[in-house]
Each structure stands twice: as structure tokens, then as C-alpha cells.
């Protein structure tokens, strides 16, 4: 059994006590002065002040703190497709030249050319090149990260992407969340119907990850370049039969399909550049987390997702980077938090929510994104005195110290 007090940190941000949906003001952020937090077994035992957590804990190994630390939880990007291979930079360049990411998309390049790049790569090239992308993250601060299939559409592939997910998982210290997502949109090569493409996968693909154990989760993209609600029901309810968790992609360019992760009680419904009143005030009235996807609007010169109206109806609301090759190339999900915090008016207290704990219910985590006796003791330092400091600085001033599971990573 190993104890150790880590301390003393300026100030600590737990998180905890706060509402998992709605508006929220800083005033109810739980700020410890001069804390430390005991971890054992890579859990947190105590959170609290340092002087007293010292007295007590006096056969704890002291890790001690000698810089201006302001603690938060691990960040949690729970919306990413980082497993891929090649690069869309044409893509940038034709949507920047004034080309829409539908007609690329009917010009046959966007996903589909993501999709080639990846059937192509071996099962290593994705390890590796995943491995460095997560590296990057937890290096920014993110301790847990959701991961898609989805570039490769056909069952063969689409197996190879989860497995990479899963081996990179056990190799970095980053914890990876996978969900299928071979219903990214229908693959050119596929001969028959949509539907009967989401069919071939729920009953050729989906038993095989169940057997496999390579995720339990499984999304769609719901648009008019991929699937329609009517097409993408019959296959979310025989997912969710098989016992999978679902997510859904909806009302990035159309409104509507928030409505069917309403009405299947989906895990989450993420991007909503295109929700309008009536889907806002569903989500509100749901549990489906509302998860914005800044990253994919700062891509492609969009509007954001209408956040603050989001939180104003009720909602929960988690953001995250989506990054991909496409859409979101950046991943950087500090940064994206920080903007799309200024150009909605979110406060300090609703931006670092929607990066930690709301961003873990979307991934229907309960034992991380806060600092609280027995979460994981995932949690990062940033080199400053005063909390607000963080989002001020929109991304530029990065974690000093990452812990993940209570070692220094
Ligand atoms: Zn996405």
C-alpha cells in the first residue's frame, strides 16, 4: 500500500458540489487555499488543506510542491476521432478556396479519403501514430480520452482501428474510452442501401466487438452526407438491445437529430452548431449530455453550437475537440474550451465543467472529473496563483505537472 501527500498546491479547484446541469457561477466553485490531496493506489483518499492533511497523514510519502500550483481534475475529452492515418490538408485547402464540406464530401473527398488512408494502414502505423497524438494530450492535461473507430466502413478494418485503440490504451498512461463508430457514413464500395449497410454491421460487426471486448459504445453521424434518423433508428435500438451505450452526431449542418438521441436516451448528443430552439429545449429536458464540438467550428469557419443558450434551457453541457483529420485537426482542447468560452459568455466555472466533470457523463464515467475521496487521482497542476489565470491565458499556459492515477506523468 502505497500513501503519499501531495502538496502544497495554491489553490485547488475540486470540482465537486456543483450540478451536473445548467448555468453555473464561479462563486460556486469549491477553491482550497494552500491544499493537498492524499492519494493511495492511485486514489484519492482526502482532499483538503495541506497543514492539517499533514498532521494527519503522517505515514504518508510527502511529494512536495515547491511552485505556485493551481490543481484541477485531469481534463476529459470525451468526443475524439484521433485514430487515422494521412493527412486531409487538401481538403483545408479546397474548403478555405471556397468549396463547402458537403460538396467536398460529394466530390468524393472528406471522410472517404480518410477512410482509404486508413484501410491502407496496418494496425502498427495506427498504434503509432495514435501513441504520439495521445502523448501530446496527456501532455496538455488530458488524463482520459474518448476514441472512434469510423475511417474504415467495412468490418475488417473498422475491427483493426478498435484494436489499435485497445492496445494503445494498455500501453499509455492516458485512459482511452473506444466507441464504434462504423456508422460514420456509407462507404462507396458497400453494395446496397444504407440501411442494409448498418444492418450488415449490426450483425456482422457489432457481436464481434461484444466478443472481443473492444467497446460499449456505439455512435452514428446523423446528416444528409451520411445517415437519416429513420435509417439510423432500427440500428441504435438494436445496438442498444446488445447492451451498447449510444452517441449520437447530430445537427451539425440540419437540425433534428438531437431528437432521437432524446428519444433513446442516448449517453450524449454532440455537435449542435445547427440546433435550434426546439432541440435545445429537448436536450434540456433530457439526460443526454449536449457535447459542443469548438474545434470542428474553428475548422471550418462555422458558427459554434449555441452553448450559453444550451445551459440557459438547462442543459448539460460538455466540449471537447473532436479531433480528426477533417473537420478538427487542432486538438487542442484548453484552447477550444477558452474560445468558445469567450465568444459565448460561458463563466470560468461552466468552461472547466463542460472539460471535466460533465465531459465524464458523457462517457457515463462516475469515478473521475472531480477531486473527491475515491475518484481516480487523475489531476494537473497549471503554474499559476489564481485559478482564472487558465482560460485567461486561452490555452497558452499549459499544465506544469500531470498526475494520472496518482503518479507523475
Ligand atoms: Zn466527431
Known amino acids: 500500500m502505497s500513501r503519499k501527500l501531495i502538496g502544497p498546491f495554491t489553490q485547488i479547484l475540486t470540482m465537486d458540489h456543483l450540478p451536473l446541469k445548467g448555468p453555473l457561477q464561479d462563486e460556486a466553485l469549491q477553491i482550497i487555499s494552500e491544499g493537498g490531496i492524499v492519494v493511495e493506489n492511485g486514489t484519492i483518499r482526502k482532499v483538503g488543506a495541506f497543514a492539517d492533511l499533514q498532521k494527519e497523514a503522517d505515514n504518508a510519502v510527502l ?95 473498422e475491427l483493426k482501428m478498435l484494436r489499435a485503440i485497445h492496445v494503445v490504451n494498455k500501453k499509455q498512461a492516458i485512459d482511452l474510452v473506444p466507441t464504434c463508430l462504423a456508422a460514420h457514413m ?41 445517415f437519416a434518423t429513420e435509417e439510423a433508428r432500427p440500428y441504435l435500438m438494436q445496438a442498444q438491445e446488445m447492451g451498447f451505450a449510444l452517441t449520437l452526431h447530430v445537427d451539425q449542418f440540419t437540425p433534428g437529430g438531437s431528437f432521437l438521441a432524446v428519444e433513446l436516451a442516448a449517453a450524449s448528443a454532440d455537435h449542435l452548431e445547427a440546433s435550434t430552439n426546439r432541440e435545445v429545449q429537448a436536450l434540456a429536458n433530457s439526460d443526454v449530455i449536449a457535447v459542443v464540438l469548438p474545434g470542428a467550428s474553428l475548422g471550418l469557419g462555422y458558427p459554434f453550437a449555441p452553448a450559453r443558450k444550451l445551459l440557459d434551457h438547462g442543459a448539460a453541457l460538455a466540449i471537447s475537440t ?7 485537426p487542432m486538438g487542442d482542447l484548453l484552447m477550444q474550451a477558452a474560445v468558445l468560452g469567450a465568444a459565448e459568455k460561458l463563466t470560468t466555472a461552466e468552461t472547466l465543467s463542460g472539460v471535466t466533470f460533465r465531459a465524464a457523463a458523457a462517457l457515463e464515467l462516475t469515478d473521475r472529473g472531480v477531486l473527491t475521496k475515491g475518484k481516480i487521482a487523475d489531476f494537473i497542476g497549471f503554474p499559476c496563483e489564481d485559478y482564472r489565470e487558465i482560460l485567461y491565458q486561452q490555452g497558452k499556459l499549459k499544465p506544469d505537472l500531470i498526475w494520472k492515477a496518482g503518479e507523475t506523468a
Open 63 to 157: 511529494e512536495e510542491i515547491t511552485e505556485p500550483l493551481v490543481c484541477l481534475p485531469g481534463f476529459i475529452d470525451c468526443h475524439t476521432h484521433i485514430c487515422y492515418a494521412g493527412s486531409r490538408a487538401g481538403d483545408y485547402a479546397m474548403r478555405v478556396a471556397g468549396k463547402s464540406y458537403l460538396e467536398i464530401a460529394k466530390a468524393g473527398g472528406g471522410i472517404l479519403e480518410s477512410v482509404r488512408k486508413t484501410r491502407a494502414a496496418s494496425q502498427k502505423e495506427l498504434e503509432r501514430r495514435m501513441s504520439a497524438r495521445c502523448e501530446r494530450l496527456l501532455s496538455e492535461g488530458v488524463t482520459t480520452c474518448e476514441v472512434k473507430s469510423g475511417y474504415a466502413l467495412n468490418v475488417e478494418d
Open 322 to 328: 473532436d479531433w480528426n483529420p477533417g473537420s478538427a
Open 186 to 226: 456509407p462507404p462507396k464500395d458497400f453494395v446496397g442501401s444504407p440501411s442494409e449497410y448498418l444492418q450488415m454491421i449490426a450483425s456482422q460487426l457489432l457481436p464481434q466487438i461484444l466478443s472481443e471486448g473492444l467497446a460499449k459504445r456505439v455512435d452514428i453521424f446523423i446528416e444528409d452526407s451520411a
